[in-house]
């Protein structure tokens, strides 16, 4: 089939959205996870959410939201937290960008919206870190307006159900599966048999939200649940009927998204130097990957080239035969595969060049820790007893 009537197909295939629309809201109120995110329809506990779940999974970011929601109950409280607080609240998310974003779309909530949560979509889509992707899930969630959602989630299910062979991630198919999400929310407006008629006991925490809310949630949650990537649920799914990758069995083949890029590896060694029961630590610039993280003082080399008194010439201009060996963590990040080899050196000296700032154990306690470099603290506190 060519790619242009495949694709008219999609656009044509309204009666198959309809029947979709009802057979989602339904399987929605019997499995829907009871997550406490759920159980509000205030937008900034949603919008906290939805950066939280970005590329992290639920059962991670639970703990995450219900300690943020804690320290951080509203948009003014966000806006005025300290950087070293809200940096804390995220420790061991991962992509910090996240959260600067976070507290700046906050700042400029109070100073151009007064605090209040715009409702708007074109407002809530120029505030800092809020894709489409994101303003559509605050504005259907927390607004119950008409606005299409499309995540990797989202994508895997509809094109697995109308049998999308093209990119997704190309511009064609991308639009046209915009245009579908756009029209199962819009067309799950019209159904209202469906709000009063869920008597089955699972469906009491989403009863209370809007049928735009649960439409792209239910898609969300078939993904995550049932669509999943490898080995998807087809018996158990309320699409297979209408499902094209289950009929032909093409599931394993969509979505289509091209050639995999390779992990890149990258080896770094760090140090772990004592000194008068201090440690050295420093805090990453602004402008580089874990912005104002902190970190052991450390040095990428190359894959087998650097032994450990080498790389302390360069990381501290000093270098020492007492150089103990302590722990190697393996990490990943984006595409990269990362070893970290720690050191432990202890000295009485300070280090010829000035690599950082010497801080008791119990303050590193406070600090954020890179995800790397926060699992060297865990080691040391088991191996050396330091309290951090
Ligand atoms: Fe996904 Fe299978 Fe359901 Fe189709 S039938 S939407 S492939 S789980």
Redo the contacts with the bound molecule.
């Keep these: 089939m060519s790619r242009a009537r495949n694709n008219s197909k999609l656009v044509t295939q309204n009666s198959k959205l309809e029947r979709l629309v009802p057979l989602l809201l339904d399987w929605f109120a019997r499995n829907a996870r009871d997550l406490p995110w759920r159980r509000t329809r205030d937008p900034y506990a949603v919008w906290v959410s939805e950066i939280m779940l970005q590329q992290t999974q639920v059962k991670t970011v639970l703990p995450y939201w219900q300690r943020w929601m804690r320290e951080l109950p509203t948009v003014s409280d966000l806006a005025k937290a300290k950087s070293e607080k809200i940096h804390k609240l995220w420790e061991g998310l991962g992509y910090y960008t996240r959260v600067r974003n976070l507290q700046k779309a906050a700042r400029v909530i109070v100073e151009k919206h007064g605090g209040r949560f715009p409702e708007e979509f074109d407002d809530v889509f120029a505030l800092p870190g809020i894709g489409r992707y994101t303003a559509g899930a605050i504005c259907s969630i927390a607004f119950d307006q008409p606005r299409p959602i499309l995540d990797g989630n989202v994508i ?2 509809l094109t ?2 109308f049998g999308i062979a093209e990119n997704p991630r190309e511009r064609k198919a991308n639009t046209l599966l915009w245009q579908s999400a756009g029209r199962l929310v819009l067309h799950a407006t019209r159904v209202t048999r469906h709000e009063a008629s869920c008597a089955h006991p699972a469906s009491r925490t989403t009863h209370h939200a809007s049928a735009c809310s649960r439409l792209n949630q239910s898609l969300m949650e ?1 993904g995550a649940l ?2 999943t990537p490898r080995s ?3 018996e158990a ?1 309320p ?2 009927r209408i ?1 094209a ?2 009929r032909e069995n093409r ?1 394993g083949q969509l979505p289509n998204l091209g050639p995999r890029v390779a992990a890149t590896p990258r080896r770094f060694i760090a140090f772990v130097v004592e000194r008068n029961g201090r440690l050295l630590v420093r805090q990453r610039p602004v402008g580089v990957v874990n912005a104002q993280l902190w970190e052991f003082p450390n040095v990428e080399v190359s894959a087998s080239g650097a032994d450990a008194r080498q790389a302390a010439l360069l990381a501290l201009g000093m270098s020492s035969k007492r150089i103990e060996p302590l722990c190697t963590i393996r990490h990943s990040i984006t595409r990269y595969r990362i070893t970290l080899e720690a050191h432990r050196i202890r000295l009485r000296k300070p280090p010829a060049r000035r690599a950082g700032v010497w801080l008791a154990p119990p303050r590193l306690k406070s600090l954020a820790f890179t995800g790397a470099h926060k699992k060297i603290l865990e080691r040391l506190a088991v191996n050396f007893k330091l309290q951090a």
Excluded: E, Q, S
Aim: charged fraction near 20%; hydrophobic fraction near 45%; charge should be positive.
């Design positions: 895997r299910v697995r159900i078939l049932v669509c998807p649920g087809c799914c699409a297979k499902c990758a289950f599931a």
